[in-house]
């Protein structure tokens, strides 16, 4: 069974703090995605990744910045944490033709 | 600009009857549509897609139906059960260089009802 796994499901943090949110995949996936869901907001994208090594920005990237050191790890770094980061923040996965788009479990992050 | 549009934030519906949730789109060059289902506190997955050179896709209780005129989607779920209970996401997708966009609607919240 194909998985996206994210490491912490729940997660508090203090602000200013710096904060690792870490995403494996074992599907050989070139591409991969850092969203963060909010009530009536959808699913805003963050930062992405076609390769390793390589990053994108996606809509709204102020205050995250991500490592893409492996193929299969993608990592959001929240550099000093603020209380507006409070979020479900989800990874997915793809092939580069967009198909198995398949998403982590999410990360409920409260920075307090 | 929101390229797909899920105007209805929420949908009630009672057990066993139809659930029909809309999403309309503005760019023409979505070639792919995908439904996405999520549970809260978990992420979101795959339900039903359909191409864009095709009107129906059928899944068993889930249909997805395409108007590329009316740049128009929906999706029946039939019968409705409480554990379709979730929020639905509609996504186009369309190339982007050598890979993919997917642009996300906002998603419709749906509470089926015993």
């Known amino acids: 069974d194909v998985k996206v796994t994210q490491s912490s499901r729940y997660l508090v943090k203090r602000t200013g703090e710096k904060v690792f949110l870490e995403c494996v995949q074992d599907?050989?996936?070139?591409?991969m995605f850092w969203y963060r869901q909010d009530p009536g907001l959808g699913l805003r994208l963050i930062y992405f990744s076609y390769d390793v090594k390589m990053k994108e920005k996606g809509d709204i990237p102020e205050g995250y910045s991500v490592s893409r050191e492996k193929k299969e790890r993608f990592s959001l770094i929240l550099e000093s944490a603020s209380t507006n980061q409070t979020s479900m923040y989800l990874c997915a996965s793809s092939l580069p033709d967009g198909k198995g788009y398949t998403f982590g479990s999410g990360t409920r992050l409260t920075v307090v | 600009d929101q390229q797909v549009k899920q105007n209805s934030p929420s949908l009630s519906v009672q057990e066993g009857r139809i659930s029909i949730l809309n999403c309309d789109y503005t760019?023409?060059?979505?070639?792919?549509f995908l439904w996405y289902k999520k549970y809260p506190a978990e992420g979101p997955t795959f339900l039903i897609s359909i191409s864009s050179i095709k009107d129906k896709n059928e899944d068993g209780r889930f249909t997805v139906f395409l108007n590329k005129s009316a740049k128009h989607l929906s999706l029946h779920i039939v019968p409705s059960q409480p554990g379709d209970s979730a929020v639905y996401f509609c996504?186009?997708?369309?190339?982007?260089?050598?890979?993919?966009?997917?642009?996300w609607g906002l998603g419709t919240s749906l509470a089926v009802n015993p």
């Open positions: 599907m050989d996936h070139e591409n």
């Open positions: 760019n023409s060059m979505f070639d792919y």
């Open positions: 996504a186009g997708t369309m190339h982007a260089g050598n890979n993919r966009k997917l642009i």
